[in-house]
């Protein structure tokens, strides 16, 4: 089983407040990434990591940003959220035979 | 192109075989992996096939591979209503000087009596 935790579960917040989505995994994986997912839509890849320092943006453009400190943690931040950044939020790592492994997600509503 | 594509929907009765299909465009796919999703849940691995094999049989679950017509499909064996999700098709190709993952749209199977 995955060891890869994604907090908050769910987040309700207001216009232009300021949030920051965890995410941590106990594997030692290097290869990290974001996906935003619209509920049953397929996702988007919004952000990737290949190892501590290293952040690149993916296919879906995105204001949200990551920081990747340390190699379990890879945390996605929005400055200043929207009712337009309403979405699902999973973050993954990548095994060694190149299968991800997904967090529960988080399930974030702007109003 | 990167491409993956799935038919949206899949209705079948509780203990019959859902067959979920799903085509691919890139013919250099090292792996390919079948994911299941439940409401509200993040994605989960359920099984993957390398490129060099047509079958994989895990439990309930069979895997197919048709590299010639690009094609993979999952069977699940006696159908219940706890399959009931959306099953993911994902194909890992190199595109940009890295690998990646393309998922497909998604299948969604509902199970009924």
């Known amino acids: 089983e995955a060891d890869i935790y994604q907090t908050p579960r769910y987040l309700v917040i207001g216009t232009g407040k300021k949030i920051t989505l965890e995410c941590s995994q106990t594997?030692?994986?290097?290869?990290m990434y974001w996906y935003q997912q619209d509920p049953g839509m397929e996702l988007h890849l919004i952000h990737y990591?290949?190892?501590?320092?290293?952040?690149e943006k993916g296919d879906l453009s995105s204001e949200s940003t990551v920081s990747r400190i340390r190699t379990e943690h890879f945390p996605l931040t929005l400055e200043s959220a929207r009712p337009s950044h309403t979405s699902q939020y999973l973050c993954?790592?990548?095994?060694?035979?190149?299968?991800?492994?997904f967090g529960e997600g988080s399930r974030l509503t702007v109003l | 192109g990167e491409d993956v594509e799935q038919s949206l929907f899949l209705s079948v009765r509780e203990g019959d075989s859902s067959v979920i299909n799903c085509t691919y465009t890139d013919s250099s796919s090292t792996y390919l992996y079948w994911y299941k999703q439940e409401p509200g849940a993040g994605l989960q691995l359920l099984t993957y096939i390398f490129s060099n094999m047509d079958m994989k049989q895990d439990q309930r679950l069979t895997v197919l591979l048709n590299k010639k017509d690009k094609h993979l499909s999952l069977r699940i064996a006696d159908t219940q209503t706890g399959d009931s999700a959306i099953y993911f098709c994902?194909?890992?190709?190199?595109?940009?000087?890295?690998?990646?993952?393309?998922f497909g749209a998604g299948t969604r199977l509902a199970v009924h009596p």
């Open positions: 993954a790592s990548r095994g060694r035979t190149g299968e991800l492994f």
């Open positions: 594997m030692g994986h290097d290869k």
């Open positions: 994902a194909e890992t190709i190199f595109s940009g000087g890295y690998n990646k993952l393309i």
């Open positions: 990591s290949y190892g501590v320092n290293s952040t």
